[in-house]
């Protein structure tokens, strides 16, 4: 017999078993209750969120033999041939096949005629996005107007690219990526029903992968389950899973701390030798930086931590070192690195670099928290340009450059106070500790043609 996926397996059969999408949920029910269903519906929402399965349970419910019903009863034959998408009045489009004007015009064409044996005639059309731009036109007419025995539900992950003239003529309702909570006690009762055990911190472990997915989170358990073993084990998690467990990242973070370039290299190479991608890598460090970030800027975070609770304390501890500002960079240099590692031919070169970039960190400075000395004492006032000294440049009637005369120097115009600049900001850019940051980091963060040069 044909083995079928978990995803399939436990794919929702009735509103209540919509995992996450309470409100979608509860209104379209109340929707069916009160009569008040739209002829177009728009669901929109990231991959593996529930849209196909809620449009097959709309339809159900209008077309069960015992309704329109908002619980639908899933024996009936209708409902049967719904749940395998096998029903021959509720039909089931690929947007990404279908996208020309003539597959429009045979779904006019067709959408006349009643249904064969149901209520109604629904069509349901996934990746909507991809119908071309004549093909989308070639709808509106039918889509504002359509027989009274046709529904239409579109779903897409990119309503952005659906026409404001379709989206218009729609119900939308947007599915929220599921909370990892939701999607770990989902999984811990699917495997109960497959009669495996398994370790808490593998679940919480495949609840993070998912990233609000539930399709991917069963994915990954199918993975599991196809090693013919009955327990999951941490062992076996790290052997088989993407991603490190949250432990070796904050490791990784903890030598950023330390300004340990060497160490954090050294991590890295562990963490890459394991088998991970360097996309993995990079997602799953950008999630604990942010982990950083957000403990950094707020008191009671621990809702908005994505990662294990296993990890908070370490976390909020290590999120104490930097300020939020500091940890915020470090996720722009770690968005870098995925972009760039994804094209380049040489991507290790590339992490290495990004490591011992963050490992930095500690070094920068917030250039609004410089100010001249006593700035803290006396009320802000604008900084004037410093005055000219005797001997620091050449007579105003000489060029810059000219050296014929005694105690005059060669100089360049950059070092011209005229050049520097007279503002507010003048005294800081003067600081020793900013020409060093400004060394450090390659000079990206100020503008070095307005800066003095040391003598």
């Not at 397996?9 to 009569?35: H, M, P, V, W």
């Not at 329109?68 to 947007?95: L, M, Q």
């Not at 004549?134 to 239409?152: G, R, Y």
Request: aromatic share 6%.
């Amino acid at each position: 017999m044909t083995y079928t996926v978990l995803a399939r397996r436990y794919r929702s059969q009735t509103f209540d078993g919509l995992i996450g999408q309470e409100a979608i949920a509860t209104t379209l029910k109340n929707a069916i209750t009160s009569s008040r269903v739209a002829h177009a519906y728009l669901f929109t929402g990231t991959r593996g969120v529930g849209k196909t399965s809620a449009a097959r349970i709309l339809a159900k419910a209008l077309n069960c033999e015992g309704g329109p019903t908002p619980e639908p009863c899933g024996k009936c034959s209708i409902c049967t041939d719904i749940a395998r998408g096998e029903d021959v009045d509720v039909i089931e489009i690929d947007g990404a096949s279908n996208t020309g004007v003539d597959d429009i015009r045979e779904l006019r064409s067709n959408a006349i005629y009643r249904p064969a044996r149901a209520r109604y005639k629904i069509y349901i059309i996934d990746e909507v996005h991809m119908i071309s731009t004549s093909a989308f036109n070639a709808l509106l007419k039918t889509l504002e107007e359509p027989p009274e025995h046709v529904k239409f539900i579109f779903a897409t992950t990119e309503p952005t690219k659906v026409p404001i003239t379709i989206q218009s003529r729609c119900q939308r309702f947007d599915f929220r990526p599921i909370s990892k909570e939701k999607i770990a006690r989902h999984l811990h009762d699917i495997l109960a029903s497959e009669k495996v055990k398994v370790d808490d911190q593998v679940v919480d472990r495949i609840a993070r992968l998912a990233n609000g997915s539930m399709r991917d989170a069963l994915s990954l358990i199918d993975r599991l389950l196809s090693l013919g073993q009955q327990e999951f084990t941490v062992e076996l998690a790290e052997q088989f899973l993407p991603v490190q467990p949250v432990e070796q990242y904050a490791d990784l973070a903890q030598t950023f701390i330390d300004e340990d370039a060497a160490a954090a290299i050294v991590q890295t190479e562990q963490l890459l030798a394991t088998g991970v991608s360097a996309p993995d890598f990079c997602s799953a460090l950008i999630e604990y930086v942010r982990d950083l970030m957000v403990a950094s800027a707020c008191d009671d975070c621990a809702e908005l931590l994505a990662s294990p609770a296993t990890a908070h304390a370490r976390i909020l501890v290590q999120a104490q070192a930097l300020k939020p500002l500091v940890w915020s960079y470090g996720i722009t240099i770690l968005e870098e690195l995925a972009r760039g590692a994804k094209f380049s031919e040489q991507p290790r070169s590339l992490i290495d670099s990004a490591m011992v970039t963050l490992a930095s960190l500690p070094r920068l400075i917030d250039l609004a928290s410089i100010s001249p000395k006593g700035a803290a004492t006396r009320p802000a006032q604008p900084v004037q340009p410093p005055k000219k000294k005797v001997n620091d440049l050449a007579p105003a009637a000489d060029p810059p450059g000219r050296t014929d005369k005694p105690g005059a120097s060669k100089t360049d115009p950059a070092d011209s106070p005229a050049s520097a600049p007279t503002g507010q900001f003048h005294a800081a850019l003067a600081e020793p500790v900013v020409r060093k940051l400004m060394d450090v980091f390659e000079a990206r963060l100020l503008d070095v043609r307005a800066t003095p040069r040391q003598k």
